[in-house]
Nanobody
Framework: QLQLVESGGGLVQPGGSLRLSCAAS????????VGWFRQAPGKEREGVSC????????NYAASVKGRFTISRDNAKNTVYLQMNNLKPEDTAVYYC??????????????WGQGTQVTVSS
C-alpha cells in the first residue's frame, strides 16, 4: 500500500526555518502528485501544499504562500517542504500523502505517522 514517511520536524523559534522530507520506498514516487497536510491540536487536517508529478506545478494554502516552498527530487524518490519565517500558528503535525490531483483532494494510499513541527520561543 502506498505510504510515505515524513521527517525533519522539530522545535524552532518564530522566524526560523525547517525543511521537511517525504520519502517513498518500494515504489516510484514520480507516478504521483504529492501533497503536504497539517493538523494542529483540536483542528481539522488542512492542505498546505502540493506538487505535480514532474514538479512543474505547485499549489499553496494562502496561510503559507510566500513562506513555504515545495519541491521534489524524483531521482531520490523524495519530496521536500522548505518552511521559512515560521509562525506559532504553523505548529502542527505535518503529513505527506500521494494524490491524483493538485490541490490534493483525491488521496492515494494511507496516512503516515507525520512529523511534529513546533514553533515557539
Amino acid at each position: 500500500q502506498l505510504q510515505l514517511v515524513e521527517s525533519g520536524g522539530g522545535l524552532v523559534q518564530p522566524g526560523g526555518s525547517l525543511r521537511l522530507s517525504c520519502a517513498a520506498s518500494g515504489f516510484t514516487l514520480d507516478r504521483y502528485v504529492v501533497g503536504w497536510f497539517r493538523q494542529a491540536p483540536g483542528k481539522e487536517r488542512e492542505g498546505v501544499s502540493c506538487i505535480s508529478r514532474s514538479g512543474d506545478s505547485t499549489n499553496y494554502a494562502a496561510s503559507v504562500k510566500g513562506r513555504f516552498t515545495i519541491s521534489r527530487d524524483n531521482a531520490k524518490n523524495t519530496v521536500y517542504l522548505q518552511m521559512n519565517n515560521l509562525k506559532p500558528e504553523d505548529t502542527a503535525v505535518y503529513y505527506c500523502v500521494g494524490a491524483l490531483n493538485c490541490p490534493a483532494t483525491v488521496i492515494v494510499g494511507s496516512w503516515g505517522q507525520g512529523t511534529q513541527v513546533t514553533v515557539s520561543s
